[in-house]
């Protein structure tokens, strides 16, 4: 596994579309594939999983908020 896949940096989480996928917000949570399938089935994900047909997704909203990142920040970290 290579860096850039075992989390995400502030600018990534900013950018981040009103929904995405489980595997995004597992790796934005830096939780593995099969630990995030199984938190979200048995419903134990650390913040609110979306259910469409039969795929996961997870707001930003709630994924910014579990990660205590300030929407309101500038995503270049004010610089």
């Known amino acids: 596994m290579t860096t850039t896949e075992q989390g995400m940096t502030h600018d ?13 917000a ?19 994900y650390p913040v609110r999983v ?6 996961y997704k997870v707001s930003r909203y709630d994924l910014h908020r579990h990660l205590g990142v300030d929407a309101d ?5 004010g610089a």
């Open 12 to 24: 990534e989480l900013m950018h981040l579309p009103v929904a995405v996928p489980l595997e995004t």
């Open 26 to 44: 597992n790796r934005a949570l830096h939780l593995g594939r099969t630990t995030g399938y199984h938190l979200a089935r048995t419903g134990r």
């Open 50 to 55: 979306l259910r469409h047909g039969r795929a």
């Open 73 to 77: 920040a500038p995503a270049d970290g």
